[in-house]
């Protein structure tokens, strides 16, 4: 008998664990799964032949997981990546901590040798679950046939329970394919942590305070996103005219044209939004783990403000920040309640929110009258985003590319930016504008990558045309890993070393080789117009943008630990960063 065809033994059915598996992701309404096949993962694989379920055959397992990863992100559903043991495994490390560190759910599969020969160094064997613990949310390792159906079911609910995260499920080749029973479900033991209520007399004391503040400023992080926050976050900020500034991936949660946003705030941040959290004196901070990136100097962030933390991790609570107040809690639920208690007729401080924003257009007509040769960066994602549609996908990689995208590419509708933003992977943004594709096929997605970046991940182009998955990417080409480049300059005496290319391949070539149009633009028109006509005719499209490495910088710029205050600003723009001050 086929080993896929069922045996009738009087009236229960026996049939493998992994086709007990298949089915049950099939009825579970999951469609697409990302890998790659190999030895000991063969059998699932196996399992999914003439199923409904689609498997895109990336070309990397780092592809696919980061493509698993922003289907998630999209979807709001926790995207599936299938590899084998061994290599296929560990190849899977970088994307399983990149997941972990932007609260990103996926569920990982992963083959493993048979149990008889565990610790005796089988081929490709390699013990990813212990490899894998500190950067997922949880493992299995499922030894027996009757465990894979609950495993995964649980790996599926943990995945998007409480804080998003990845959750890897290894499974050894003799547990795949022994038999189990029926359906193969069952249930396994295991500690949902659900989401707490938040505590009303903390709400209560959280609004006392924001209406004791008088410059009172909220901090948007990713959590905003996930809890479909964004209504609430925006009703808040709106009654007590209280400007909204943003980590780099709280830019995804909000509005970026709303008047009250000032951008993300930090490192690479916008001018305006340091200024605010320079200036204020009670922080609102929703969704976020206060990363150094965004906060710079701990010490400085809580001197002279209070602090209100709303998070549905307790355990970010306190962890780099201590706040004035803690609410653990569903952000979402946590601003309903407080919308509930602020009064309709709050004081507002407009005379803040405008010097604010007089900042933000000062810099803005700066950056107008620039004249950097050439192509400029902020001029390029600025163009861009004009022949782009509102609810189209960015993507990013890492480089001087995402941060010059953190200052200058606008959200419209939230929840269609994605970027690596915790663990700063280089790599990132293509296969993740694939994952994206994948999850939304009718809307435009955008990569927008830099040459460092692109050529980590550039072999899963094949998928584009493969998976008719037009996507357009954009190239930042400074013939340099700039942001390395950037430091070196800046903090090293300019003694540059191990970044610059010497022999960067052809882009163009590249793109011919996938069968993919390529364009090395001259000028702005010839950019917008070649971005707008494969927008228009839904068709993927390569673009090299040349960019001078020498004046690439990415300013303003804060020193990793210094203080807001202490940012380094472009050549000729100069700004009063305190407030009052000759006011």
């Given amino acids: 008998m086929n080993q896929n065809q069922v045996n009738q033994i009087g009236v229960v059915t026996v049939v493998r664990a992994v086709d007990a598996l298949a089915d049950e992701i099939v009825k579970m309404n999951i469609r697409e799964v990302f890998g790659i096949p190999g030895g000991q993962i063969m ?15 990336f070309r990397h397992e780092q592809g696919a997981i980061h493509a698993a990863d922003a289907y998630g992100r999209v979807t709001k559903r926790p995207g599936i990546v299938m ?17 972990m560190m932007d609260s990103s759910p996926l569920v990982a599969l992963t083959g493993q040798v048979p149990t008889s020969v565990f610790g005796r160094d089988a081929f490709q064997e390699t013990d990813i679950v212990g490899l894998s613990m500190p950067i997922v949310k949880h493992t299995f390792m499922v030894k027996k046939p009757e465990d894979l159906v609950p495993a995964f079911k649980a790996a599926y609910r943990i995945a998007t329970d409480g804080r998003p995260g990845p959750v890897l499920v290894d499974i050894p080749r003799d547990a795949q394919l022994s038999e189990v029973k029926g359906d193969g479900s069952g249930s396994i033991n295991v500690n949902y942590k659900g989401v707490p209520e938040p505590d009303i007399g903390l709400v209560a004391y959280a609004v006392k305070l924001l209406m004791e503040a008088k410059r009172p400023v909220m901090l948007v992080g990713g959590g905003v996103c996930w809890s479909n926050a964004t209504e609430e976050a925006l009703a808040i ?74 998070d549905i991790d307790k ?29 309709k007729a709050a004081v507002k401080n407009e005379a803040f929110v405008n010097w604010l924003k007089s900042i933000k257009e000062a810099y803005e007509k700066f950056r107008e009258q620039d004249n950097m040769p050439g192509f400029a960066p902020w001029k390029v994602l600025k163009v861009i985003r004009e022949v782009t549609p509102p609810h189209a996908i960015t993507a990013t990689s890492v480089g001087s590319h995402q941060m010059w995208s953190e200052l200058h590419w606008d959200v419209y509708v939230p929840g269609t930016f994605i970027t690596s933003a915790g663990l700063g992977t280089m790599g990132f943004g293509l296969p993740a504008a694939l994952g994206a594709k994948v999850a939304k096929p009718n809307v435009p997605v955008i990569d927008i990558d830099g040459d460092g970046s ?74 917008r117009n070649s971005v707008a006509r494969a927008i228009r ?34 050549d000729g723009f100069k700004v009063n960063l305190r407030y009052g001050d000759g006011e």
């Fill in 537 to 570: 005719n839904n068709e993927p499209l390569i673009v090299d943008v040349t960019i001078d490495r020498e004046r690439d910088l990415v300013l303003p710029w804060v020193q990793p630990g210094k203080w807001l205050t202490e940012v380094t600003l472009p």
């Fill in 454 to 527: 692109f050529q980590m991940t550039m072999q899963n182009l094949a998928l584009v045309r493969e998976y008719n998955l037009p996507i357009v990417v954009v190239i930042f080409d400074n013939s340099t890993l700039m942001l390395v480049r950037h430091w070196q300059m800046l903090l090293y005496s300019r003694r540059i070393i191990g970044v610059d290319f010497q022999a960067n391949p052809d882009f163009m070539k590249i793109a011919e080789a996938y069968g993919i149009d390529g364009v090395r633009p001259s000028n702005y028109d010839e950019l």
């Fill in 43 to 57: 059998p699932l694989f196996d399992a999914f032949y003439g199923k409904e379920a689609k498997i895109f055959l």
């Fill in 237 to 310: 900020a709106e009654t007590l005219w209280m400007p909204i500034v943003t980590t780099l991936p709280g830019k995804n949660c909000v509005p970026n044209n709303h008047p009250l946003f000032m951008g993300p705030a930090g490192m690479h941040g916008r001018v305006e939004a340091d200024a605010a959290i320079i200036n204020s004196d009670l922080v609102l901070a929703v969704g976020t783990r206060f990363s150094d990136r965004t906060v710079g100097d701990f010490k400085e962030f809580q001197r002279g403000r209070k602090i209100i933390h709303i």
């Fill in 83 to 99: 590899v084998t043991s061994g290599p296929g495994a560990t190849n899977l490390a970088t994307g399983l901590a990149n997941a």
């Fill in 315 to 343: 355990s970010e609570i306190g962890k780099n920040v201590k706040p004035s107040v803690g609410i653990i809690g569903d952000a979402k639920v946590a601003l309903r309640m407080m919308l509930e208690l602020i009064p």
